[in-house]
């Protein structure tokens, strides 16, 4: 088992920056890769990005390529969401998830750990 526990979020105005993070636990050696995905009231579950376990280039979706940078901490095996520029458009309640599997990595059916999400909201 896995678990990841979620911070960072809150209000900030459109422009702002927000960092979220997400620490996980237990079992850590047996994923592949820890992805961010956002869920906005009525929408849903939408891919944000992700990276690999083991590091390498982060992937993002293109709505946040060039505002939003996805790092690791080895040490404290935690993986961070860097949001810059941020966008009314961005508020949703952001979720950290992980798979030991190679997946589809937008596909949140892929993903079988996952954190219990942190709101973010950006005022316009």
């Known amino acids: 088992q896995v678990q990841l526990v979620e911070s960072g979020g809150g209000l900030v105005q459109a422009g702002g920056s927000l960092r979220l993070s997400c620490a996980a636990s237990?079992?850590?050696?047996?994923?592949?890769?820890l992805g961010w995905f956002r869920q906005a009231p009525g929408k849903e579950r939408e891919f944000v990005g992700r990276?690999?376990?083991?590091?390498?280039?982060?992937d993002y979706t293109d709505s946040v390529k060039g505002r939003f940078t996805i790092s690791r901490d080895n040490s404290k095996n935690t993986v961070y969401l860097q949001m810059n520029s941020l966008k009314p458009e961005d508020t949703a309640v952001y979720y950290c998830?992980?798979?030991?599997?190679?997946?589809?990595?937008?596909?949140?059916?892929?993903?079988?750990?996952w954190g219990q999400g942190t709101q973010v909201t950006v005022s316009s």
């Open positions: 990276i690999r376990w083991s590091g390498g280039n982060p």
């Open positions: 998830a992980a798979t030991g599997r190679i997946v589809v990595i937008s596909d949140p059916r892929g993903y079988d750990y």
């Open positions: 237990g079992r850590t050696l047996s994923l592949w890769a």
